[in-house]
């Protein structure tokens, strides 16, 4: 019942911020953990980040850990991320999520259609 739709990417050179952002329309944002996964070409989409509803947990993959940030905005119904000191690898499509469970096993929902994050050398 909830719609995602993320916004923020573009091209940046290697070393750069950028700062994406998830807008959500439909009740009960504010009652569930947000994610951001992305996907780069060629390769499986991958964890990036999450945060739990309370902004008490918040969860990075080993790739991202120190650069980037998670925070989210609840009376907004937003969740962003904060991409600094960007790398080349980072490029790809970002795409935030619903997290139904938090932890192992981890499941999501109610994808949005992603935005593109592209990292010059």
């Known amino acids: 019942q909830v719609q995602l739709v993320e916004s923020g990417g573009g091209l940046v050179q290697a070393g750069g911020s950028l700062r994406l952002s998830c807008a959500a329309s439909g009740r009960g944002f504010s009652n569930y953990a947000m994610g951001w996964f992305r996907q780069a070409p060629g390769k499986e989409r991958e964890f990036v980040s999450a945060?739990?509803?309370?902004?008490?947990?918040?969860h990075y993959a080993d790739a991202v850990k120190g650069r980037f940030t998670i925070s989210r905005d609840n009376a907004k119904n937003t969740v962003a991320l904060q991409m600094n000191s960007l790398k080349p690898e980072d490029t790809g499509v970002y795409y935030c999520?619903?997290?139904?469970?938090?932890?192992?096993?981890?499941?999501?929902?109610?994808w949005g259609q992603g935005t593109q994050v592209t990292v010059s050398s």
């Open positions: 999520t619903r997290v139904l469970r938090w932890g192992t096993p981890w499941a999501y929902d109610n």
């Open positions: 945060i739990d509803w309370g902004v008490i947990r918040t």
